[in-house]
T-cell receptor, first 117, second 113 residues
């Protein structure tokens, strides 16, 4: 499951600032999703993108936005940072968003550790 | 939406014993159930998954069982080793759900020597 790359790996921001996190999926994968993992909890789904279009959104405020580029890489943007945004942000990739009975295995990157102070 | 419950939250076993972690899901449309292992400070790593058209899947010391009627699935680890110590997450994805996984709350497994 190697191959999903994320940057930066660690960063510290102050409240009210903006942050951009980046992700490159496994070669050949066209679908990218973003998850937020707060310490001690399971990952929470934020967004899914496929072919540059948003295909799903979790229960997160409009301060969170994302986009996917023609090369299938993706950015997650968070505006007006709050202390509660401190978390590990995970990017996941799969071949396509199509589920079905065959499904598509989802692989996670190493994540970006965001600390808001 | 989907809700996944996971038990126990912590599990301590002796090396060589078996460990079982159980999850239940609420959405009968869910058809894909992966299990992830997460070591401290690292990403979740897929260890095994099962799709709704099968009831059991094994990979060496790890197995997963699925009961669609009861809407629960379990992870079984046999002959546990110290390196199995980690947090384990179950997850579920509905048909057509793409990459949208709903995760359980995690189980901290500790394998003691």
């Amino acid at each position: 499951d190697a191959g999903v790359t994320q940057s930066p790996t660690h960063l510290i921001k102050t409240r009210g600032q903006h942050v951009t996190l980046r992700c490159s999926p496994i070669s050949g994968h066209k679908s990218v999703s973003w998850y937020q993992q707060v310490l001690g909890q399971g990952p929470q789904f934020i967004f899914q993108y496929y072919e540059k279009e948003e295909r799903g959104r979790g229960n997160f405020p409009d301060r969170f936005s994302a986009r996917q580029f023609p090369n299938y890489s993706s950015e997650l943007n968070v505006n007006a940072l709050l202390l509660g945004d401190s978390a590990l942000y995970l990017c996941a990739s799969s071949l396509s968003p199509v589920g079905g009975n065959s499904g598509n295995t989802i692989y996670f990157g190493e994540g970006s550790w965001l600390t808001v102070v | 939406g989907e809700n996944v419950e996971q038990h126990p939250s912590t599990l301590s076993v002796q090396e060589g014993d078996s460990a079982v972690i159980k999850c239940t899901y609420s959405d009968s449309a869910s058809n894909y159930f992966p299990w992830y292992k997460q070591e401290l400070g690292k990403r979740p790593q897929l260890i095994i998954d099962i799709r709704s058209n099968v009831g059991e899947k094994k990979d060496q010391r790890i197995a997963v069982t699925l009961n669609k009627t009861a809407k629960h699935f379990s992870l079984h680890i046999t002959e546990t080793q110290p390196e199995d110590s980690a947090v384990y997450f179950c997850a579920a994805r509905p048909t057509g759900g793409g990459n949208k996984l709903t995760f359980g709350t995690g189980t901290q497994l500790k394998v003691e020597l």
